[in-house]
């Protein structure tokens, strides 16, 4: 069964910075391009960062670009996400996905979730 599972969510101040894993099972990691999403109450689910198969190509919305990074180790079968600069506004729930076709921005591309982890950014 393809399980992704991720961590590192919690509390912190804004401006302050969190490092999310999402460890996968279950598949070939190498072959899948890898994304995070993040969602609130009564918003839709939307695109954070996607990598790559290989992690040579990265993608970012415009509401993150400069302060995330997403990154992966496929020998650990793991991504990651790098939060710096938080901002309240950042406050959601995040999950990872991972795309078998490619690196997308879009929901319906990804093909396995995660359950997410709760980040929560204090003014």
């Known amino acids: 069964q393809v399980q992704l599972v991720e961590s590192g969510g919690g509390l912190v101040q804004a401006g302050g910075s969190l490092r999310l894993s999402c460890a996968a099972s279950?598949?070939?990691?190498?072959?899948?391009?890898m994304g995070w999403f993040r969602q609130t109450p009564g918003k839709e689910r939307e695109f954070v960062a996607a990598v790559s198969w290989r992690g040579d190509n990265t993608y970012y919305a415009d509401s993150v670009k400069g302060r995330f990074t997403i990154s992966r180790d496929n020998a650990k079968n793991t991504v990651y996400l790098q939060m710096n600069s938080l901002k309240p506004e950042d406050t959601a729930v995040y999950y990872c996905?991972?795309?078998?076709?490619?690196?997308?921005?879009?929901?319906?591309?990804?093909?396995?979730w995660g359950r997410g982890t709760q980040v929560t950014v204090s003014s």
């Open positions: 279950g598949l070939t990691f190498s072959r899948y391009a």
């Open positions: 996905a991972a795309d078998m076709y490619g690196s997308s921005t879009r929901l319906r591309d990804y093909d396995f």
